[in-house]
């Protein structure tokens, strides 16, 4: 065949109709999607933790369970496939940069209560090959698509906090609460961690953990709101209270506070 | 040429052979059972209406999971003006509340195996 410019011209146009001819056909149906009306909204969750009080057990543990069940965790048993969204942490462990050679043992054992972070520059999402993780640009949630994540775990190599796990086996038969149907577990090889209880805010209410840690350790317990708003209670909360981050000189830039 | 005969039966031979499934099916065969689902029963009327439903569900659902997981967005706005929430669990397995007589029935007839099941559960527990 004569290889002209013409008739270069002539076969690729005529492909690129073909195909731009099939698109409509998808996306016949008229379709709107929305947020619904009863959504919380924030340019910028965050969360500050009151750690004295939650250096009671039985706060912290209500925290935990509520979450656990919450988005049906498993508990395999096993600590080297150990799924967790919330948990406990020794002081020592959470805050390696703030102790020294001083520092009494009682405060190094001192329990914190630990989740992921939220980062403002979070490494997880840099490194993620398929976009299965990523920064919300609306609201500042790190969150997770299981459906995209191919379980390579580089995220979990990036995170500086041990936020995130993965599914080494099916966690269905170790969910011992039960499951609840209306959130999905997770299947084998894939990661997950904490969405700030995206699906919660969706419906208007507060993260699980927000709401059982104040509930069994009083108001303020954990404080949840808009930093980027200066009246919500939280930007108040920070303004007046000593805070530390956890591992601040990384540059990840946590929005998880603990309040002193 | 030689063997005219012989050649000509080979032939015929050969073409009545190689297009058996075509004309066995045609003239003796019966159409396979196709499969029979179990509707809602409170329900009529699915978010879209049956016929794009039954073609581009596996589309629409993709595009929910992007909105959902990806957007923040929840609510999906049918064609004719209804509301629903994009929720596997909490709307379409509402109605459609049996798996196994329901989506299992034409997945199995079309040898598909989607992947949904492996983390949503359905509120029968299957």
Redesign the interface.
């Known amino acids: 065949m004569d290889e002209s410019r013409r008739n270069f011209l002539k076969i690729t146009g005529t492909g690129v109709f073909g195909a731009l001819w099939g698109i409509p056909v998808l996306r016949a149906v008229g379709k709107a999607f929305e947020s619904s009306p009863k959504a919380l909204k924030a340019k910028r969750w965050a969360m500050a933790l009151d750690m004295k009080r939650l250096g009671r057990d039985d706060v912290r543990a209500a925290a935990a369970k509520a979450c656990n069940s919450a988005h049906n965790i498993p508990d395999l048993g096993i600590a080297e496939e150990e799924v967790k969204w919330i948990w406990t942490e020794e002081y020592e462990a959470a805050f390696p940069t703030q102790v020294d050679k001083f520092t009494p043992e009682q405060m190094r054992k001192q329990p914190v209560l630990v989740l992921c972070n939220h980062c403002d520059r979070p490494p997880c999402v840099r490194v993620c090959p398929t976009k299965a993780t990523f920064k919300r640009e609306e609201d500042g949630i790190v969150m997770m698509d299981m459906h995209r994540c191919i379980g390579c775990r580089y995220c979990m190599a990036a995170c500086p906090y041990g936020s995130r796990s993965f599914n080494w086996r099916d966690p269905k038969p170790f969910v011992r609460q039960g499951i609840r149907t209306d959130y999905p577990t997770r299947t084998k090889g894939v990661v997950e961690k904490c969405t700030l209880c995206a699906e919660r805010l969706a419906r208007g209410e507060n993260p699980a953990c927000v709401d059982a840690a104040n509930k069994v350790g009083g108001a303020g317990t954990i404080v949840f709101g808009d930093i980027a708003d200066p009246n919500s209670e939280i930007s108040r909360v920070l303004r007046s209270r000593q805070t530390v981050r956890r591992k601040p000189s990384l540059g990840t830039s946590p929005q998880v506070y603990y309040l002193l | 040429m030689y063997d005219t005969g012989k050649i000509l039966a080979g032939l015929v031979a050969f073409i009545v052979v190689a297009t058996f499934p075509l004309w066995f099916t045609n003239l003796f065969g019966s159409p396979s059972a196709r499969p029979v689902l179990e509707l809602p029963k409170g329900e009529k009327k699915c978010v879209?209406d049956t016929e794009?439903m039954r073609h581009?569900h596996m589309?629409m659902l993709d595009?929910w999971?992007n909105?959902v997981?990806?957007?923040?967005?929840?609510?999906?706005?049918?064609?004719d003006g209804r509301?629903f929430?994009?929720?596997l669990?909490?709307n379409c397995?509402k109605c459609h509340e049996s798996r196994a007589k329901f989506c299992d029935r034409c997945h199995n007839y079309m040898a598909v195996d989607p992947?949904c099941w492996?983390?949503?559960?359905?509120?029968t527990?299957e």
Not at chain 2, 118 to 123: A, G, L
């Open positions: 879209e794009y581009w589309n595009q999971r909105e997981v990806r957007e923040g967005k929840r609510m999906y706005v049918s064609s509301k929430e994009m929720s669990n909490k397995l992947y492996d983390c949503h559960v359905t509120p527990g």
